[in-house]
């Protein structure tokens, strides 16, 4: 088969493959032959902020919750049901929808090859109705106000209102029930024709599959499929550098009250690895469960297994936050904040992060061992614009004065923000 390129890693011994069909469908295949199941994603370039865009020349404005919403409906065909077609080869299938992307998957340990002509067939096969959209309507209209309950779902969407003032990744993925209800067939189609062209498609497996197994059928079953409606050219609206707010409050019915302290960062360039990858070192070494701060907070009862520190770097935002349930939130955030600026004076543990370097290394290595753990990480190489093999080449060259560097840039306390679960 021609077109196919090699890629090797002389740390792990293993390679995988990867071939860009003629209507541009990225395919990649890690062949693990010592593993009996096979994990497949089937990516496209559209998420919940995918909101504005022009396709042939028209302008089509998408109501907050539509990548979601089209998640959902691709599921269904004039063929029947995805998940039915899914369980008859005996594979388990899913989907979701992130800020960013909207990927389709199954894992399976028998019939792979079928399931995998499933996989590339139902995404090709749109089949929206006003009746069915309608039907979809409801039935996503009760999962977001099971959300809406939710105290920590509740407390991600304030904290991200708080950072942003026009950025789309304030609204919630799945939208609202008002927002819901003006998407159509026809915004549906236009939305499909303009993000789930092959161009802007991934196609990631990994397992027991050979690659020549997953190009003959991508091509077979996907190579026909051609890219139309036309030059597609999206928008985001400016976003300006200041935070929208400092703070937002709600009161719900929760056992303990429960904070997020926010902070908003420039947006991180294209194949940026060492930026993404300083920001989950600086996580650790500020808030991780082996941290100063967290082992203090945790031996005075101000903080719980709950707590979390992390960081969404995606295209068009970036931003860290620090949560969890506290009986004084704002003694953990003053703590948090005094920690911060502690260490932008002090620098960063030096045997610390020597420490966090050798168990990432080992952790990243690990899992390669994984078919899902593989697979997707193709995927997140893939929109993310750097090699697969690159994570490894970056946590072994990552340096303290990279981590110390990114720490004084992107935290400070004008560009933070608070939101707050207080007790009813």
Same mark, same amino acid.
């Given at each position: ?9 002389? @740390?792990?011994?293993?390679?995988? /493959?990867?071939? &860009? ?14 593993? @009996? ?17 022009? !396709? ?13 919403? !089209?998640? =959902? ?8 049901? %995805? ?12 989907? #979701? ?5 909207? /990927?389709?998957?199954?894992? %399976?340990?028998?019939? %792979?090859? @079928? ?9 090709? *096969?749109? =089949? ?35 950072? #942003? ?47 020549? $197994? ?50 908003? =960062? ?51 935002? /970036? ?14 955030? #003053? ?20 420490? =966090? &370097? ?6 990243? !290595? ?5 078919? *899902?753990?593989?697979?997707?990480? !193709?995927? $997140? +190489? ?6 697969? #093999?690159?994570?490894?080449? +970056? ?12 720490? /004084? ?16």
């Amino acid at each position: 088969m021609s077109g196919i390129r090699t890629i090797k890693n002389k @740390r792990l011994n293993e390679k995988y /493959c990867f071939k &860009k069909l003629e209507n541009g469908l990225s395919v990649y295949s890690y062949p693990l032959p010592g593993k @009996r199941g096979v994990y497949a994603l089937m990516g496209a370039d559209i998420g919940s902020t995918t909101r504005e865009f022009t !396709l042939g020349g028209k302008t089509v404005s998408a109501p907050a919750g539509t990548a979601h919403f !089209l998640e =959902h409906k691709l599921f269904e065909s004039e063929k029947g049901d %995805a998940f039915e077609l899914f369980a008859k080869t005996g594979a388990s299938a899913n989907a #979701y929808t992130s800020f960013e992307r909207t /990927c389709y998957l199954f894992s %399976a340990s028998i019939n %792979a090859g @079928r399931s995998l002509e499933t996989l590339l067939s139902f995404v090709s *096969e749109p =089949h929206f109705t006003k009746e069915t959209v309608q039907k979809e309507q409801g039935i996503i209209a009760q999962e977001i106000k099971m959300y809406d309950d939710a105290p920590e779902w509740a407390l991600a969407t304030m904290i991200l209102r708080c950072l #942003y003032s026009e950025n789309p990744v304030r609204d919630d993925i799945a939208g609202t029930v008002e927002s819901i209800a003006q998407i159509s067939p026809e915004i549906l189609y236009d939305c499909y024709r303009a993000f789930y062209r092959p161009e802007n498609m991934a196609l990631c497996v990994a397992g027991a599959l050979s690659p020549e $197994e997953v190009f003959e059928t991508a091509e077979r079953v996907y190579g026909g499929i051609e890219n139309s409606g036309g030059e597609v050219e999206r928008f985001l609206p400016k976003e300006e550098t200041a935070v929208a707010q400092k703070s937002e409050r709600r009161a719900m019915s929760v056992s303990m009250p429960q904070f997020c302290l926010g902070f908003k =960062h420039s947006r991180s360039k294209p194949g940026d690895i060492k930026r993404t990858l300083g920001f989950r070192f600086l996580n650790l070494l500020l808030a991780g469960e082996t941290s100063p701060l967290y082992l203090r907070l945790y031996d005075k009862g101000l903080l719980n297994e709950t707590f979390d520190a992390s960081t969404m770097d995606a295209q068009g935002f /970036c931003c860290t936050t620090f949560s969890g349930e506290s009986r004084d939130p704002d003694a953990v955030i #003053y703590s948090i904040n005094e920690e911060i600026e502690r260490a932008k004076r002090e620098g960063l543990s030096e045997e610390r992060f020597e420490e =966090h &370097k050798r168990a990432m290394l080992g952790s990243t !290595l690990a899992a390669f061992d994984s078919v *899902e753990g593989v697979a997707s990480r !193709l995927m $997140e +190489a893939h929109f993310k614009q750097y090699g697969l #093999y690159d994570i490894i080449d +970056a946590v072994a060259e990552i340096s303290l004065e990279e981590v110390n560097a990114l720490l /004084c840039e992107s935290f400070k306390e004008e560009l933070s923000a608070r939101a707050y679960i207080d007790l009813i």
